[in-house]
């Protein structure tokens, strides 16, 4: 009997925790929920705190990914509609872009922030293809300022064996490494990255991964669209932008402003264009099945101009510009239904 009262006591007092914390929860700014409580409220400047598992919205949509706020800022302007949610820090705003059902977000900037949201983002909303709109630097010698790239195929150039030196500038990777298929930057060694993906558990070797073949094909078909070469302060680039595309683009987790290692990327990678995500973000659509695409547009050149780095005096001009094309693409782009 002592134990049953025992057991009954410790009851009620499990029961008067649970209603207490339930009581403190509804008074936390913003309404906001435990972890697990699947409900949503609306905080006062209309983002809504969402719940902590499932989809979000069930509506099938087009992603729009931007690194960080000036890449995203024009497509914001043109976004129909709006209603944006919040996960873990990261806001998305589904909404209508040139007549297509979209949810736009910003990745944060490099590599591991780019790949943990694409994933998040894929968690939380039916993602048809994935599009990422950008500045990128310029590797490719006969791409100049504001030019808009948009690659073929993207590789993940700093996934690297740091080789041990052997003789004073000589470096031996270790056997168990294996062949690589890339010239080295010293001791640094390109090679594969092992990846799966939906349908294939076992790990693969890759360092390519495509952008897809329709949604490229649309994009060669808009060449003539309309691109800046000056910004609201008359900061000009010196040639008309134009858009190119195919080819390849590379990512990695360093901001590349030298000129040796610039040539390096060209003449290793045939890289027209290097940045901090879309690679990143290539692999994780990949590994779900995700059609992806990136246009990118020259800020700089990466180590590769007379003088400073020019990215902050032309950044504008280039998110701007990636952000037309992206819009020309989806005017392009099939509504689905119609």
């Not at 990128?136 to 504001?146: F, I, K, T």
Request: aromatic fraction near 8%; charge should be neutral.
């Amino acid at each position: 009997m002592q134990l049953l009262s025992w057991a009954r006591r410790c009851r009620c007092v499990l029961i008067g925790l649970l209603v207490a914390s339930l009581a403190a929860c509804a008074q936390m700014p913003g309404g906001t929920l435990p972890l697990g409580v699947d409900a949503a409220s609306t905080t006062a400047s209309g983002t809504q705190d969402s719940p902590a598992f499932g989809l979000l919205d069930d509506t099938p949509r087009i992603a729009v990914m931007s690194a960080f706020a000036p890449e995203l800022a024009l497509l914001r302007q043109r976004l129909q509609n709006p209603q944006s949610y919040m996960v873990n820090g990261v806001e998305f705003t589904t909404g209508v872009l040139e007549s297509h059902p979209v949810v736009l977000l910003l990745s944060g900037i490099s590599m591991v922030n780019a790949s943990m949201n694409t994933q998040l983002l894929f968690d939380r909303f039916q993602v048809t293809h994935l599009v990422f709109s950008g500045i990128a630097g310029g590797v490719n010698p006969s791409l100049h300022l504001g030019d808009v790239s948009v690659p073929q195929r993207w590789g993940q150039y700093l996934e690297v064996v740091m080789m041990r030196e052997t003789a004073p500038g000589q470096y031996q990777a270790p056997a168990s490494k294996g062949k690589f298929q890339f010239a080295p930057y010293g001791m640094m060694q390109p090679r594969d990255v092992r990846v799966r993906r939906a349908g294939q558990p076992e790990f693969q070797e890759k360092f390519w991964f495509e952008a897809d073949p329709r949604m490229l094909e649309v994009a060669r078909s808009i060449q003539h669209v309309p691109l800046k070469s000056c910004d609201a302060q008359g900061q000009c680039v010196r040639q008309a932008p134009r858009l190119v595309v195919g080819g390849n683009g590379v990512s990695g987790q360093a901001f590349v402003d030298n000129a040796a290692y610039r040539r390096y990327a060209y003449d290793t990678f045939q890289a027209n264009v290097l940045d901090m995500e879309s690679a990143a973000c290539a692999m994780v659509a990949d590994a779900n099945g995700i059609p992806f695409i990136a246009f990118r547009s020259l800020s700089d050149l990466a180590g590769g101009g007379s003088g400073e780095n020019e990215m902050h005096v032309f950044l504008q001009i280039a998110a701007d510009n990636a952000a037309h094309v992206l819009l020309a693409f989806l005017q392009a782009w099939p509504v689905a239904g119609k």
